[in-house]
């Protein structure tokens, strides 16, 4: 490994808090498919870190909401949980981190700005999330998983989550005499990681996208994104409208 290269890893390391006993993990969770197949020598890709990355945060997540909320029920839990990962605010953390400037890609990616790509920083951060666990145990990918989501969770006093798309649903009969309807309008990624982008319209308007890992999550999202929007728009108030997790805009 070069040593300009191993010092940045050093240098991320230290912003994750862990001290890598083997550097090639870090390294290779950041190595997107596309820059592993132009330089075969570099060794493989991040698709399986990202792969056990994805396991190992639904664990480490659940943990942290049971122990956060131990009344909740399994549903709630469930919610919870796909509200605290989906690739929006998996992105939005892989920003804070900076991960982008660590990825190593391909020419291609590296032409269309990958770097800034939201599925790209997820499965990023997946990938070094599992890459942590490998070399440091679970205790270690607790405590980042904590350090990373807790801040979130913090101000909450209950577990908030619903189903935002019966709350829609309620809302939009009581207010507008109709129903929405769900959109998808694309599905990406590798067979173990899709992406779905779903849009709610209200008869002939547009409200709000979501993305989520399976079609369930995305409606959700976009559920929960029209709601805010109406609020604004001085629907009144929506019950159960408040997000989640009253995650921060991104």
Known sequence: MPADRKQLLKDLARRLGHRFKDLRLLDQALRHTSYAHENPLSGPSNEQLEFLGDAVLA??????????????????????RAALVNARQLASLARQLELGSYLLLGRGEES???QEK????????????????????????????????????????????????TALQEFTQARFKTSPTYKLLSESGPHHARYFLVEVWLNDRPLAQGEGRNKKQASQT???LALERLQEEGGGDCKGASGPLALPPH
Do not use: M
């Open 118 to 165: 939201p599925s790209l920083l997820a499965d990023a951060l997946e990938a070094v999330l599992a890459a942590c666990f490998l070399d440091g145990g679970l205790k270690v990918a607790e405590k980042l998983t904590r350090n990373w989501l807790e801040p979130l969770l913090a101000p909450l006093t209950a577990p908030p989550w619903q189903d935002f798309k």
């Open 59 to 80: 664990l480490t997540v659940t943990n942290l909401l049971l122990w956060r909320f131990p009344q909740s029920s399994e549903g709630e839990l469930s919610r919870g």
């Open 112 to 114: 269309q700005a990958g």
């Open 222 to 224: 976009a559920a929960r």
